[in-house]
C-alpha cells in the first residue's frame, strides 16, 4: 500500500477521502505505522497476508481473516472509510461541533446513522489515561439543560414530584444534569458528569485522582470547595454573590469559558442531548480544547487513531440502564 499523506485542508481530504481504497489505507497506516498486526486479542502476530480485493488480511497464527476495522469503534459498520473519515474531520475542525443533521446531509447517509456515527466518534476522542494536573488549576461545576417552561406538562410534573421525594426545594438546578471541571492554565481541561447529588464527597475524588497536591487551585466561594485546602498547598477563590470575579491573579475565568462554548454547542447545535450520553460530549468538548494547539491535519488524525482497541454498539448506546 501507498503511504498516504495527511491533508492540511477540508478541502484536500474530500479530495483524498472520495476515493474508498485511499481512505482504507490513510487509516491502516494510522493504527499500524510499523506493519499490520492481527488485532485479535491473545494473537498479535505480525505474520499476516493481505487480500486486496476483499480488503482483508489472513493471519497465519490465529488462521483467521480480520478487516481494518476490527477491534476499533468502526467494528460491524457498513460505513466505508471514505464517509468515515470526513465525519471524523468535521466534528474535530468545528469548534461547537456538528450536527448528526448535517453529517446526514452530508455523506448520504440517515440522521438515525449520523447519530450512531457521531457518538462512535466521540468514543474515540475519550481518553482514560492523563496526566494529573500542575501549576495553576481552576475548578467549577455548571449544569446542563433545558428551560423548564420549554418541558412538557408530564416532564414538569415528574421533577416536581422527584423534587418533592426528596425534599429538595424548588431551584431550577435541580432540573439539569450537574457537571464538574476543572481546566489547568495555559493547558489541559478535564470534564465529568456528576453522578447522583452534586456534594463535597462527591467530587474531592475527583480532585484528588486529577490535580497534583502541590498545585495551586482557584475556585469560586461554593460550599462544595471549603474543605479542599486540606488537600492542596494554595487555594483562593472569588465571591460571586458579590460580584468578585477577579482578584490579582485569582479567577476562575477559564473554566467558565469552557462552560460557555460546552452550553453553545449543546444549546446552539446539538438541541437535546440525553443527559445519559452526556459524558460523550463532555469527551468531544475537551478534545478539541486539549488539541486547541493542534491544526485541523494533526487534531483529525489524533482522533482517528484513538478509535483503536475501542467499541460502541448501538444496542450499549441506546440502553437506558
Known sequence: MDKQPLPDTMLEAVRQFADPQVAHDFFVQLRWPHGVACPRMGCGSAAVAYMPKRRRWYCNECKQQFTA????????????????????????????????????????????????????????????????????????????????????????????????ARGMTNDPRDEKTAVFGMVERGGRVRAWKIPGDVSHKTLLPKMRDSIHHDA??????????????????????????????????????????????????????????????????????????????????????????GADGKRLTYKSLIAKA
Open 216 to 305: 495551586t487551585v482557584y475556585t469560586d466561594a461554593s460550599n462544595l470547595y471549603t474543605h479542599i485546602n486540606e488537600y492542596f498547598m494554595t487555594h483562593s477563590s472569588v465571591n460571586h454573590s458579590i460580584e468578585e470575579y477577579v482578584r490579582g491573579n485569582v479567577h476562575t475565568n477559564n473554566i467558565e469559558c469552557f462552560w460557555a462554548v460546552l452550553k453553545r454547542t449543546i444549546g446552539g447545535t446539538y438541541i437535546h442531548v440525553n443527559p445519559r450520553h452526556l459524558d460523550r460530549y463532555l469527551s468531544e468538548q475537551v478534545y478539541r480544547f486539549d488539541e486547541r494547539q493542534n491544526t485541523d491535519g494533526p487534531r483529525f488524525a489524533k482522533a482517528v487513531k
Open 69 to 164: 476495522k476490527l477491534g476499533t469503534v468502526f467494528e460491524d459498520s457498513p460505513i466505508g472509510f471514505d464517509k468515515w473519515l470526513p465525519a471524523f474531520w468535521l466534528i474535530a475542525s468545528n469548534r461547537n461541533g456538528i450536527s448528526s443533521y448535517e453529517i446526514a446531509r452530508g455523506l448520504k447517509v440517515t440522521q438515525r446513522t449520523a447519530w450512531f456515527m457521531l457518538h462512535r466518534i466521540r468514543e474515540a476522542m475519550q481518553s482514560d489515561a492523563f496526566d494529573m494536573l500542575t501549576g495553576t488549576v481552576e475548578m467549577d461545576e455548571a449544569y446542563i439543560g433545558g428551560k423548564h417552561h420549554n418541558k412538557s406538562l408530564a416532564k414538569r410534573r415528574e421533577l416536581r414530584e422527584r423534587r418533592e
